[in-house]
């Protein structure tokens, strides 16, 4: 069973600074690309950030030059580091892993982690 386990939110005030953490666990061949998604009230759920395997990453367009997502391939973790925070990036943050189950023949499965609150509140 693979399980997406995410850490690092929390509530900051507007400018400051958060690391949102998402470890997998569990028994599989490999993690291919990795994201964060975020879902704020009454919106729906959109992309962040992501980035390959090989470390290209890509961003949505309100949070380029303020988030960075990085990656440890060998401890099968993904991190975003985000900066000068702003209230309109209050959300549920997601972790997602494209991930290789052992014997799938090249099939690869979607995981989620259970979400992260962020709340950029003065």
């Known amino acids: 069973q693979v399980q997406l386990v995410e850490s690092g939110g929390g509530l900051v005030q507007p400018g400051g600074s958060l690391r949102l953490s998402c470890a997998a666990s569990?028994?599989?061949?490999?993690?291919?690309?990795m994201g964060w998604y975020r879902q704020a009230p009454g919106k729906q759920r959109e992309l962040v950030a992501g980035?390959?395997?090989?470390?290209?990453?890509n961003y949505e367009e309100s949070v380029k030059g303020r988030f960075t997502i990085s990656r440890d391939n060998a401890k099968n973790t993904v991190y975003l580091q985000m900066n000068r925070l702003r209230p309109e990036d209050t959300a549920v943050y997601y972790c997602?892993?494209?991930?290789?189950?052992?014997?799938?023949?090249?099939?690869?499965?979607?995981?989620w982690g259970q979400g992260t609150q962020v709340t950029v509140s003065s």
């Open positions: 997602n892993a494209d991930i290789l189950p052992y014997g799938s023949g090249g099939r690869s499965v979607d995981y």
């Open positions: 980035i390959t395997r090989g470390g290209i990453t």
């Open positions: 569990g028994t599989f061949f490999r993690i291919k690309a």
